[in-house]
């Protein structure tokens, strides 16, 4: 039997420090050594398969048991938590979950459990999705306009319309800002524009 703590974030803003010790912590705490570390940076957006995670699923050994800070961490869908869960629970596996204190095995509770809160998380996305949608709608309906405001996009028209003249400008030694001035932009705005054209 192992232990495994698995980690995911989704983004490489993000750390896996804090799952590490939550996990770490309820290890110690219960006297449970912790014999494995799967981490990723990666959405769960992404096939399973593609993930550390779908490896992981597949060496599984019988006993093993999974530790997972929550069960976000896993999947995002319901249809993904389950076939999760009911691969791990087919092998005979344990899924724990340290925020939701899920202890789920190999039996009928588990599985309705597992089923109650996949299926919950899946409605509360959907309603989600929904309420985005009718805000965005909303805001159509009052006549604004979705997207960049039109003053951002006409002071980069601006300077692709003087491209030539900005580009003697540089060569000639004058500042980002000097032409910022001239141009009647920000500075952030030519020197966006200069890394763009790669001058």
Known sequence: ???????????????????????????????????????????????????????????????????????????????????ILETCLNKNCQVWTLKENYRLGNDIQSKVMAFAFGLSAEIERNLISQRTKASLDNIKATGKKLGRPFAAQSKKLKLSRNTKKIRIWLDSGLTKYRIAKMMDVSPATVTHFINRMGW
């Open 1 to 83: 039997m192992s232990v495994i703590g698995y980690i995911r974030v989704s983004s490489n803003k993000q750390t896996c420090e804090h799952q590490h010790y939550e996990i770490q912590q309820f290890a110690e705490h219960n006297n449970i050594t912790v014999d494995k570390w799967v981490e990723e940076t990666i959405s769960s957006r992404k096939a399973l398969n593609k993930r550390q995670l779908g490896q992981l699923l597949d060496e599984l050994q019988d006993g093993d048991i999974l530790i997972a800070a929550e069960i976000s961490r896993l999947g995002r869908s319901l249809l993904e938590v389950m076939h």
